[in-house]
Structure formats: structure tokens, C-alpha cells
């Protein structure tokens, strides 16, 4: 074996090893990432969430919407 080849499979071992290094850390840190995820207990909380259309107009439209669709359920049911 001449000594370029020596050197490009050292090089070779190297590159292997050094991906090897850094896929088994990015699996230890999905599995942290995944921990997480599991660990964190969201509730959701309808205190959270008023206000939140506050001043929106398509929420306000939907709105008008809605009571416009009702109002004709009325009159049809009269």
C-alpha cells in the first residue's frame, strides 16, 4: 500500500468516525428533544385564548355572518 493511499483511508476513518460522533449526538439530543415534548404537560387554559380576536375583522365578519345565518333560520322557521 504506498503511503497516499495510508493517508486516504486514514482520512477516510476520520471522516467515518466524525459522522458517526455527530449523528449519536444529534440522536441524544432528538431523544432530549422528544423528553421534552413528553414531559410538558400543556393545558389549555379558555383564559389563554379570550380577547384573542379582539378588534379582528375577519372574526367580526364571521360573526355577522353568523348572526345574519341565524336570523334567516328564524324567519324560514316562521
Known amino acids: 500500500m ?16 466524525d459522522l458517526e460522533q455527530r449523528v449519536n449526538a444529534l440522536e441524544h439530543d432528538m431523544a432530549d428533544v422528544k ?5 410538558q404537560h400543556v393545558t389549555t387554559d379558555w ?3 379570550v380577547g ?9 365578519e ?6 345574519e345565518i341565524r336570523q334567516q333560520d328564524r324567519e324560514d322557521d316562521s
Do not use: H, W, Y
Request: charged letters at 40%; hydrophobic letters at 30%; a positive charge.
Open 47 to 49: 383564559r389563554t385564548t
Open 62 to 67: 364571521m360573526i355577522r355572518l353568523g348572526r
Open 2 to 17: 504506498e503511503a497516499i493511499d495510508v493517508i486516504r483511508k486514514k482520512s477516510e476513518n476520520d471522516m467515518s468516525t
Open 35 to 39: 423528553q421534552r415534548l413528553v414531559s
Open 52 to 60: 384573542i380576536s379582539k378588534d379582528d375583522p375577519g372574526f367580526e
